[in-house]
């Protein structure tokens, strides 16, 4: 017998996650904030760390994080926080909590891809609903899915990825109302939508997770999930000790600390964003959604491919998802840059489409 035959079953035909290596190119496919710190705020974050022993392990439970989280958002104090490697690590934490025989997690399609790979990870049905032509939720369709499947975990991004869309509010209520088991609502883009499920009473099947990674720190990889004590209580028995280095924890205390500059400079993004969507529209050929994020989803209907191959060749990188099945056709997704890198992708654009 070979090693490859103890590989779980189904292992071998499935493909990793694929991020393309940096390549020099303006990056406007990720969804990062494009602005760094400050150079005096950079010379007070160095002094800080200079007083970190990196011989000790890291407070496995992360208090100081965690105080910091709850006074820079003014988080509810009767509710609980799970620190992790980003949000990647919170989500496959919920699926391992739930995992088990015939365990399905639902979700809308298209959603953000790593609610299904984490699925697939712990042996789990994944089941996706369609989103209706505007990619608001076909509430019908997924109160039927939810009755028929009686998911375990729903994942609802919000606002959504890829589409950037805010989901109707009244929609998500009654998905909450019907769950029989645990609701996630995915605040990634919280930064840039400015609105919160946690400005509602949280009943106690419903976490919101979010990550630091939009805000501005994307190379720290720290994201945090937000619930009632009972809940989260059980998913940290899934979490690893020390999942989260000393230096990540300390630079985002830090940087919570001087939120306002993030606060600044997600302004700036918001603005680009109003002027992006404006001069896109002005191209015929491309059709552009509205977004509450920070980024706009655009297609290019019969010429996406074209379009993405000529971004390349003009040393700019978005997200090609024409491949996707559905409502994805044709469609590319553009991070918001600084104005420099938006006019370089608007010359661009111009060029192709003369």
């Known amino acids: 017998m070979a090693w490859q035959d103890h590989l779980r079953s189904g292992l071998l035909d499935t493909e990793a996650y694929n991020v393309p290596a940096p390549d020099g190119r303006i990056k406007l496919d990720a969804m990062e904030n494009p602005y760094t710190w400050p150079a005096d705020m950079r010379a007070d974050w160095l002094r800080e760390l200079e007083h970190i022993d990196v011989n000790r392990y890291p407070d496995a439970a992360a208090r100081d994080l965690k105080a910091q989280l709850r006074e820079t958002y003014d988080l509810p104090c009767d509710y609980d926080l799970l620190i992790g490697n980003g949000s990647d690590e919170l989500i496959q934490i919920v699926c391992a909590a739930f995992a088990g025989e015939n365990s ?26 369609a989103l209706d032509q505007e990619f608001q939720i076909d509430l019908q369709s997924m109160v039927s899915a939810i009755e028929a499947c009686q998911p375990a975990v729903i994942f609802l991004a919000y606002p959504n990825n890829p589409t950037g869309n805010l989901f109707d509010a009244a929609a998500i209520d009654a998905i909450v109302e019907a769950a029989p088991g645990i609701v996630v609502i995915d605040e990634a883009y919280q930064p840039f939508a400015r609105v919160s499920w946690l400005d509602n009473t949280l009943p106690e099947h419903v976490v919101v997770m979010r990550t630091l990674s939009k805000f501005g720190l994307a190379g720290l990889r720290l994201g945090y999930m937000i619930g009632h004590q009972t809940v989260i209580e059980q998913l940290n028995k899934l979490r690893m000790p020390y999942n989260v280095n000393t230096l990540s924890m300390e630079t985002a205390a830090f940087a919570l600390r001087h939120h306002r500059v993030f606060d600044q400079q997600a302004d700036l993004v918001l603005r680009e964003k109003s002027r992006m969507q404006q001069a896109l529209g002005g191209f015929d050929r491309l059709e552009v959604f ?28 978005i997200k090609n998802l024409s491949g996707s099945a559905g409502s994805l056709t044709d469609c590319l997704r553009i991070t918001i840059g600084k104005t420099d890198e938006n006019d370089s992708l608007l010359a661009a654009l111009s060029r192709f489409y003369g």
């Open 104 to 129: 399905t997690v639902l979700s809308v399609d298209p959603a953000f891809v790593v609610y299904r790979s984490a699925a697939a990870l712990y042996d789990m049905h994944y089941e996706a609903v």
């Open 290 to 317: 509205p977004s509450d994020a920070n980024f706009i989803l655009v297609k290019a209907t019969g010429h996406a491919q074209q379009l993405f191959d000529h971004l390349l060749e003009s040393g700019i990188r």
